[in-house]
């Protein structure tokens, strides 16, 4: 499990995690918030979470995106996210890799009706 800015945790599995931690209460003495892992929903036919950015903010990021920047080396400028069997759903590093925005596109375009 790979630690992500925020406090988050993701597994190559596409498991996140957010771990226990502590915050002050308002009128004194601090509130303790056990660990647990995200529950994922599909959007697009890819598994998103939704991770806190600030309190009481959310923002929806794909699990895929977040196993890539865990265990892919960095991407070059401008690269987009691929699946080498093109499945969305399957976010196993291994699956993953990225490719430049151009031939991509174009492959989108080739494979639609």
């Known amino acids: 499990m790979l630690r992500r800015p925020g406090g ?16 002050p209460r308002r009128r004194g003495g601090t509130q303790h918030y056990g660990a647990f892992v995200l529950k994922a ?3 697009n036919g890819g ?25 892919l080396p960095r991407p070059p400028a401008g690269a ?3 699946f080498h069997d093109g499945d969305r759903g399957n976010v196993h590093p291994t ?6 925005p151009v031939p991509e596109t ?3 375009r080739l494979l639609s009706p």
């Open 8 to 23: 988050y945790e993701v597994s190559s599995l596409g498991r996140v995690r957010r771990p226990a931690f502590e915050a």
């Open 41 to 43: 929903y599909l959007r």
């Open 47 to 71: 598994p998103v979470v939704q991770l806190r950015v600030e309190r009481g903010r959310h923002r929806a990021v794909r699990v895929a995106r977040l196993v890539a920047e865990a265990f």
């Open 80 to 82: 987009v996210l691929a």
């Open 95 to 100: 699956n993953l890799h990225w490719v430049s």
């Open 106 to 108: 174009l492959l989108l």
